[in-house]
């Protein structure tokens, strides 16, 4: 049984889903503390003009604090922001009206807790995608666990090894393929056949 750990992300990036697809469990990492720039709050879609961030704003504390209690800032509408985006960035691409009205009450629902929100986004992305894999939570925090620990798969610096093999991209015409987006790209722009793709990665995932 292959289990796998990782933190819980905003829409992930291709190489983390599939790790989850080649997986048999996840595991999320719920007790950790909460670092700055990283795709717990962040992810890239793919735009006109090449690779565009879409970055949920948190509240600031000042003191540290567990990822599991970051909460969302919603002083200004991001929610409306990053669905225009991606309207604006995948209405032309083959499948993003399959599915729109899954997607939708993500940007137009409130949301409070971050890890909560990143957590509901995941188990709509595997029913979406179709990946069906158990998953738990961590009860502590574990520096060196004894399964295979993807958690460096959320430092959005790190340079990945991951060489994704190309597929569709709707906007290839303006820039090159962009590899490793949010997984949301491959599902815009391959639809049903998503799985597959993911199953099929080859992961090469050092630090």
Known sequence: MKIILLHPSYFPSIEQMAAVAQADKVIFEVEDNYQKQTYRNRAYIAHSNGRLLLNIPIKHTGK?????????????????????????????????????????????????????????????????IG?????????????????TDLRILVDAKRKTNFKAEEYTQVHQANHPFLPNLSVLDLLFNEGPNALNYLEKQQLNITE
């Open 131 to 147: 990946i069906d894999v158990e998953i738990s939570k961590t009860t502590s925090f574990e520096k060196n666990p004894d399964i």
């Open 64 to 128: 540290r604090r567990k990822t599991k209690d970051v909460v969302v800032e919603n002083d200004f509408p991001w929610q409306e922001q990053h669905w225009k985006s991606l309207q604006s960035a995948y209405r032309t691409s083959p499948f993003f009206e399959y599915y729109e009205d899954d997607l939708e009450p993500l940007f137009s629902e409130t949301v409070g807790n971050l890890m909560e929100h990143n957590l509901k986004i995941f188990n709509l992305l595997c029913e979406l």
